[in-house]
């Protein structure tokens, strides 16, 4: 037998064994008395909850749902009003006076004059026509919208029936809605629920307008996004800023079956930042870079590129009023865009960030 000690065997021990008698005794003796912890749990505040505040910071930024403002008759419009009847009468005045020296001098510069007048007057009718046309067709698709409102409420099937045709006349001239009255067509007569009649119109009519409603904000709010992140001055940025919104309000409110003019627009433009002025929407800063976008994305961001996200985010929420706006029906059967359907397109990183940080 080899005198390695790593070869050489172990001696048999003994091991003392527990009697049974004492581990009987030991299970039944009083265990430990119970305590309160209250004094050592710690609650993180909701607020402080960084996968919390990033939910709730993306539900804040879902303004309300736009509503257009009353239309009151105030002491600045019959001011307004007056100032421009008075101009409007001086303007007068001088052509008379411009024409009366044009035909002391020769007579056919006075012709000339006069035939230019009335080519001008002709035009300025013709612009006055198509500004209060669009104006009352803004004002129709507002009264449509109440209108449906109202149905739903009162259940009344013939009403559903007037108020579907009135929305199908309202969209006739729109291509993408073919297929949704041809629908609509074929299912007249067959449902008698008011409501069930109006959800079936939205779904059939509007789905694909909604479709495309949310692509010209998107686009919006990318070329924002970019433009405002590279350009070197703030006046560039506001000014993009506020071309870039009345082009998409214009397009929101023809693609819905209005034609607002020039007037339109500004009063269009006036209810989405009113709305947005009054939920509080337009606030925004490096605070909310951080909750929506999560705190590890954030501190990668240069200023300029966060500004630019901010930026994108503010034109989002001006497309999502003005879709509110222009909508000739509330939003009942299909659901109302928010923020966070733009959110992953504006910022892509986003959510590889944060899924990186929740792996």
Known sequence: ?????????????????EPETRAVERSQAPGRPPASFSDKVILTPDA?????????????????????????????????????????LAAGLWIDHLVRDLFSRADWLGYAAV????????????????ELAGMMQLTAIQKLKSEVTEVTALGNSKAARATTARLVRLLAANPRTAKGRAR??????????????????????????????????????????????????????????????????????ELYGGRPGTLGLLRLMRDVIAHLAVTGSIAAGDS????????????????????????????????IA????????????????????FLADLTPGASRSEGSNGA
């Open 1 to 17: 037998m080899s005198d390695d000690p790593k070869h050489r065997p172990r001696k048999p021990a003994v091991f003392p064994m």
């Open 48 to 88: 402080e909850d960084p996968f919390m505040a990033t939910t709730a910071a993306i539900e804040a930024l879902d303004p309300p749902e736009a509503r257009p403002r009353r239309r009151r008759l105030s002491f600045g419009k019959v001011a307004a009003g007056a100032f421009a009847i008075v101009l409007s």
């Open 115 to 130: 035939g230019v007048v009335a080519i001008g007057t002709l035009a300025f009718l013709v612009v006055v026509g198509r």
């Open 184 to 253: 609509l067509a074929e299912t007249e007569g067959e449902i008698i629920d008011a409501p069930h009649l109006l959800e079936l119109t939205e779904r059939e009519l509007l789905a694909p307008l909604d479709r495309d409603a949310r692509r010209i904000i998107l686009a919006g709010s990318k070329r924002v996004s970019i433009v405002t992140a590279v350009s070197p001055r703030a006046l560039v940025d506001l000014g993009y800023v506020l071309y870039e919104s009345a082009r998409m309000i214009r397009a929101m409110a």
């Open 288 to 319: 909310l870079i951080q909750q929506v976008l999560g705190h590890g994305l954030a501190s990668k961001l240069s200023a300029r590129l966060g500004e630019g996200v901010i930026n994108g985010l503010m034109t989002a929420r001006i497309g």
């Open 322 to 341: 003005a879709m509110d706006l222009c909508r000739p029906m509330p939003f009942r059967a299909l659901k109302r865009p928010g923020i966070g359907d």
